[in-house]
């Protein structure tokens, strides 16, 4: 069974506003899945679909495998956790510990104080307990967001932007924690290179789905993400460049881990080429004294 699936939903605001075309997806357990796009592509409008905050128009949400609807919402949504992209509208408790116990309590669930604490250590935040939440730096504050879903321990992680408005080593740690995560997870964003080091499978959207694949496979569609409006991660860019000078570069990285794969593989080639040139050189060389 899939922890997630929506089977062609259609979601249009009460403005006339469509939002989401016929769209389909299916995550499994444990997956990572990425959902990239511009701007206004409909990315927090599924997520918000996801969490059962809103019904789809048409077509179906299936949450562990059962049809989402007005009455099983509210049960259905333990099992997924929505993080916000702004921890701000998450927030509101006066301490940390007080913040991420809320979501349990409100649910009636059993040890409060077992479930904060491991909230907050996966988390690693597990030294803020007594803090005040907004007097946290916002990359902090998102973690105190995600340890307060954490704490309900839903079986499937929904994020929106995860990485937006955090400094280069908030980012990187936040990256860092959210990978080593084993859960299902759907990631909004428009940040390709973290959603690179973090999932899977990638899903380009805009109201209706462009493409999906492994990263690998999408950054080669360079055309589908420059008309919707995405950024190649930038070790893409550099080999796009770098295939454009004519060297043979088979696919576009999207780490540092296959840069360096690729870099060595064109290095390689090119060495060889280069030796056969200077080997045809060297016996054209030595035959030529002798007049053949
Ligand atoms: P994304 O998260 O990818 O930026 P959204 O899901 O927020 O996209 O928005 C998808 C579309 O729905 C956009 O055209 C947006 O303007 C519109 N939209 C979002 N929320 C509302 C709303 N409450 N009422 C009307 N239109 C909305």
Known sequence: MSALELRGVTYKYDDGTLALKDFSLLVERSEKVAI???????????????????????????????????????????????VFQDPDDQIFMPTVEEDVAFGPRNLGLDDIEGRVKLALRSAGIESLAKRRPHRLSHGMKKRVAIA????????????????????????????????????????????????????????????????????????????VLRDAGLELPTVSKLFDMVSGMGYPVESLPVSMDQAVSEFTRVIEREAKLMGEKRGRKNRGKQRSPDGD
């Open 36 to 82: 990239v796009g511009p701007n206004g592509a409909g990315k927090s409008t599924l997520l918000n679909l996801l969490a059962g905050f809103r019904m789809p128009f048409s077509g179906k949400v299936l949450i562990e495998g059962r049809e989402l609807t007005e009455e099983n919402a509210d049960e259905l949504r333990r099992e997924v956790g929505l």
């Open 148 to 223: 307060g879903i954490l704490a309900m321990d839903p079986k499937t992680l929904l994020l929106d932007e995860p990485t937006s408005g955090l400094d280069p080593r908030a980012r990187a740690e936040l990256i860092k924690l959210l990978k080593g995560m084993d859960k299902t997870m759907l990631i909004a964003t428009h940040d390709l290179e973290a959603a690179a080091e973090m999932v899977d499978r990638v899903v380009v959207l805009n109201v209706s789905v462009v493409t999906q694949g492994t990263m690998r496979e999408v950054v080669m569609s360079r055309e």
